[in-house]
């Protein structure tokens, strides 16, 4: 009856706050519509500071043209030729801007180019452009990284979470995607697979040194392939994919994004770079008896090839700006005769040029070396892709599998032990079940601890601790707890009468102990069902590295840890209340805090076991042995801010695949040869 009334008061309450939050389905659109506003200021903010960091200081964009694509099987219609106007003139009055190029070709849109082309830089002014022109029943374009999709999740949970990480709740992130208030902006279909390999398995590379695609690409096609069936009506789902030439180009055609048209980042013409460069060091002498001989080099046949393959990219002419901003003579590179000569040039003075145009304690050597281990880290092997996003929590590797796990096992066994102590303190005396009880958690502890993978970690801070909203799952995720033992304590007294009747009276001393520790297990589990921790992480701004913040996550890990020890008193006083009202079981025969022990032992173990982050990365930075720095956050948010790195998504990516690529190549051998 105690059970009965308790389970009707929580059902009851359920259901109240369920008709108070959840919209009725006539209602749901304009909350749709609502949450979307929110989504759209979040994503004008965050897309708004990384276009920032990607033109520069100096804030001067590149005027930036593109072609209609050959129509590919199941094309839309567009027009022939479009543009990105930036600061300097206009390729061609007749030439559409990137966002009125979209709204006139339909709802479905491929842009193409080559490396360091400007895909990002256009997708993200088209970004921008469309939350300026959106009205209230228009969808919100967001960008979505492909690299880490598993096309085996369904595309409409991929979509919500990164609506989730735009600062939206889950409740009001699902009312966006179920309503279609989302325009995805899908990034990155060429890193999704590995490239070309030859029966040997090994990586075969185009005359540039650029892996080739591979054609037959399974986790790319297996993602067009959900994009083609998304939706009712395909051509009705407004689509924006951004995806390498090379790349898009070796798949088959009938497996491209259907109904939808492709365009095809042009080459930067001379008018513009030289416009762009006048405009900016037109007082600098340096400059300018760079610019007076350019032209002749620019139009030599032999002697400019290289500067006409390089610098019509704007991701080279970044790196020609940011080389050659304060010192040296860019005159130098006319004696490169080859490209790779000069793009070789150009990404061994970034990291000098950048620590030097910064006051900072960093040396050159040191910022090229610790970014050599992140590159390193990330180059994948001939069979596996090759990753872009760095997440702090991931990088423990670096320092070695084994020695990480090892120590952070051996670490995870040292706190179970101190969460142990004050109940082996307060027995007083030597009991062997209570040692027995510990030893064996602590061999659980390190025996999981060892298996971890490094799962991400809750990252807290004080706002969302001190919330309407903790208070409110705490209120509604600690009473199942109370259910949850009460009935597996009455299975119990179930079970102990049957061993009774049977006669294994041996067996009946066992079952309040073992009663207890699945009691507590299970009632932490339906706790952290609940949402308790999923409150406090899961919801990051998107320009922001998510594991940086490591005061957070131990912080995350202590106040998860005082929840689950509320959720295990309750369902240990709950069940050995309920056990008392057996006529087999005797609660007097048993010590107590071997009781306590036990429960102990079960919050224990999965604290220490799943909130591990803050703990192994303590253990990273104590023994990666100088291979990088020891506040490593401070480390990456400075290259970020510097332009070494850019942010997409809550993670670092260096700023260019071919800057990555460069430093993971030129790690030197053992033999001293690079």
Known sequence: MVLAAVGLVISLKGLEETRKTTPQWDDAPAFAQAAARTLADAVAKAEGKRRRTLIGREEQRLTLTFTRRSYDRLHGEGRDHGQLQGNGPSASPDHPDIA??????????????????????????????????????QPVPVRVPLAEWNPGVPFEKLLTDHVIRAGVSEERANWIVRHHFVLPVLDGLDEMDPGLTDGAGNPVYDPDGHPLPDPQAPRALAALKALNSYGSAVMDQPLILVCRTGHYNALPVGERLWHAVGIEIDPMSYMHIAAHLTRLFQHDPRWRDFLDVLPTRWSDPQHGAALRETLTTPWWLFLLKTVYYRNGNPAELFQCSTTHELKDRLLSLFIPAVVDAEATRYDTQKVKRWLRVIACHLQGSATSVERVDIHQHQLWPIAGVNRVRYLDAAAAVVLFLLLMLPVLLLNGRQSPALLGYTGLGAALVAWEVVRQAGDFPPCVPWGRVFSGATLQLLITGLPPAFVVAALLALLSNCAAWLVAEIGWHPVVGFIPVLTVFAAVRLGIAVTDGSGITQAFSSTYPPDVNTAVRWRHVFRGDFLIGCVMIVAAGISLITAWWVISFSNVLSIDAIPG???????????????????????????FLLCHRGRLPRRLGRFLRWSHDVGLLRTSGGAYQFRHREFQQWLAAATPSPGGRT
């Open 593 to 619: 805090l071997e009781m306590v022990a036990v429960a102990q032992l079960a919050v224990g173990t999965r604290w220490v076991m799943i909130f591990g982050g803050g703990r192994r990365h303590l253990v």
């Open 100 to 137: 009125a190029y979209y709204e006139s070709c339909g709802k479905r849109l491929v842009i193409t180019g080559a490396p360091g082309a400007g895909k990002t830089v256009l997708s993200l002014e088209l970004v921008l452009e469309l939350i300026k022109r959106r009205t209230p029943e």
